[in-house]
């Protein structure tokens, strides 16, 4: 069966740290693999989305990047966090061949 | 662009008692889906239940059903004899072919004991 994992479930990192957080997906081949943010109590905003190994497209401009070196890891970075990058990251995957996504656990980032 | 639109940001419901929330969405495509995730408070986004957008039969799972208005771009989703355990925020989203994921802006529900 097809498990996704993501981590850490929660990080604390100052103003000016960079960022490094990894998903990976075991079960499947080719998924779609997407990145979501979720400010507090609001909805989810996509930042990042990948349909293959080193495909990444952007939807939202800002502080973030992401990268997809291996078929099944998808990894968001940051050199530079701001207290704006605050929020609970999702890392999603769906099956091309499916309809519907599936998400991981969540990371929760404070940036103090 | 596609949107969706969840007007009740709250609901509430007596355990045990029948409750629907209400989703619309905005968009010129016929053939799309439509999903309901659950998240409850340990923040993992679950699916409860889509719907292609080509079939008339609404879709159930268990005590989830929806009720698909393809015409009134509306996609309410009704819960039954609700549980303590369906308290969480409730995101109605939409998928066109070959496109990413639409997501409203989430209606809290409590279940009240």
């Known amino acids: 069966s097809q498990t996704i994992h993501q981590w850490p479930a929660t990080l604390v990192q100052p103003v000016g740290s960079p960022l490094s957080l990894e998903c990976t997906v075991e079960?499947?081949?080719?998924?779609?693999l997407y990145w979501y943010r979720q400010a507090a109590g609001r909805g989810l905003q996509l930042l990042f989305y990948s349909v293959g190994i080193g495909q990444i497209s952007s939807e939202v401009p800002q502080n973030l990047s992401a990268s997809r070196p291996q078929d099944r890891q998808f990894i968001l970075s940051s050199k530079k966090l701001l207290l704006s990058d605050s929020g609970f990251y999702l890392c999603?995957?769906?099956?091309?061949?499916?309809?519907?996504?599936?998400f991981g656990q969540g990371t929760r980032l404070t940036v103090v | 662009a596609q949107t969706v639109t969840q007007s009740q940001p709250e609901m509430s419901v007596q355990e045990a008692e029948t409750v629907t929330l209400s989703c619309t969405y905005d968009t010129s495509e016929s053939d799309y889906y439509l999903f309901w995730y659950k998240q409850p408070p340990s923040r993992q986004m679950i699916l409860v239940i889509r719907?292609?957008?080509?079939?008339?039969q609404n879709a159930t799972e268990n005590r989830f059903s929806v009720n698909f208005q393809k015409a009134a771009k509306s996609f309410s989703l009704k819960i039954s004899d609700s549980q303590l355990g369906d308290a969480a925020m409730y995101f109605c989203a939409y998928r066109n072919y070959g496109q990413n994921f639409v997501f409203g802006p989430g209606t809290r529900l409590s279940v009240l004991p």
């Open positions: 999603a995957w769906r099956d091309p061949g499916r309809t519907e996504a599936f």
């Open positions: 079960g499947t081949s080719n998924p779609n």
């Open positions: 719907q292609e957008a080509y079939k008339q």
